[in-house]
C-alpha cells in the first residue's frame, strides 16, 4: 500500500478480470477481508452478503412506511 492509501492489482489478476485503466471496482469489506468486484457482478452481493440487503430492505422500509406519508396523503385526497 503507498503512503495515498492506493493499492496494487497484479497485472495476472487485472487481465484476469477485465480491469483497464480507469475501470470501475466495487470494494467491499466483509469482517476482516476486502474484496474487490466488477460493478457488473452486484447480483452476487445477495449471495454473499445477506446482511447487506436486510440493512437496505430495512432503510427504505423506515424511509417509504413512515407516519409523515400519512398527513401527505390526508393532503393529496382533497
Same mark, same amino acid.
Given at each position: 500500500?503507498?503512503?495515498?492509501?492506493?493499492?496494487?492489482?497484479?497485472?495476472?489478476?487485472?487481465?484476469?478480470?477485465? &480491469?483497464?485503466? /480507469?475501470s470501475m471496482? %466495487?470494494?467491499?469489506?466483509? $469482517? $476482516?477481508?476486502?474484496?474487490?468486484?466488477?460493478?457488473? @457482478?452486484?447480483?452476487?452481493?445477495?449471495?454473499? &452478503?445477506?446482511?447487506?440487503?436486510?440493512?437496505?430492505?430495512?432503510?427504505l422500509k423506515?424511509?417509504?412506511? /413512515?407516519? =409523515?406519508?400519512? %398527513?401527505?396523503? @390526508?393532503?393529496?385526497? =382533497?
Open positions: 500500500m503507498t503512503g495515498k492509501g492506493q493499492i496494487v492489482v497484479p497485472k495476472e489478476m487485472r487481465d484476469r478480470m477485465g &480491469f483497464k485503466r /480507469n471496482i %466495487l470494494l467491499l469489506q466483509k $469482517d $476482516d477481508n476486502i474484496i474487490l468486484k466488477k460493478p457488473e @457482478s452486484l447480483e452476487a452481493l445477495v449471495e454473499d &452478503f445477506p446482511e447487506v440487503r436486510a440493512a437496505t430492505e430495512e432503510v423506515k424511509v417509504w412506511e /413512515n407516519e =409523515d406519508d400519512k %398527513l401527505w396523503e @390526508s393532503y393529496l385526497k =382533497d
